[in-house]
């Protein structure tokens, strides 16, 4: 069974900071994609931050420049690094796995990710 453990959410003045973890468990084939979707009250979960096979990366716009993704394989976990953050960033984060080739159009489409965590909360107060 595959879980996905996320960590690192919190409170946190616009402005400041935080480090999400997502540390997955009961899988071991090579992922493709990994990463971070969002979801804040009333809308519609949406792609944040994501990570292939390489370390290519791909971001949504508007948190370019600010968030960082990255993936330790020695430890197996996936990392967000939020700076500069806005109250806008506001909402439940999961990390998402989807294990199979994606075009670079479908990197963001939650559709194609198959295995998924808990989620943790992100709060941005202003």
């Known amino acids: 069974q595959v879980q996905l453990v996320e960590s690192g959410g919190g409170s946190v003045q616009a402005g400041g900071s935080l480090r999400l973890s997502c540390a997955p468990s009961g899988y071991s084939d090579s992922s493709y994609w990994m990463g971070w979707f969002r979801q804040a009250p009333g809308k519609e979960r949406g792609g944040v931050a994501f990570?292939?096979?390489?370390?290519?990366?791909r971001y949504a716009e508007s948190v370019k420049g600010r968030f960082t993704i990255s993936k330790d394989n020695a430890k197996n976990t996936l990392y967000l690094q939020m700076n500069s953050l806005k109250p806008e960033d506001t909402a439940m984060y999961y990390c998402?796995?989807?294990?199979?080739?994606?075009?670079?159009?479908?990197?963001?489409?939650?559709?194609?990710?198959?295995?998924w965590g808990q989620g943790t909360q992100v709060t941005v107060s202003s």
């Open positions: 998402a796995i989807a294990p199979a080739p994606l075009s670079w159009g479908f990197v963001l489409d939650s559709r194609y990710y198959k295995y």
């Open positions: 990570i292939g096979i390489g370390g290519r990366t």
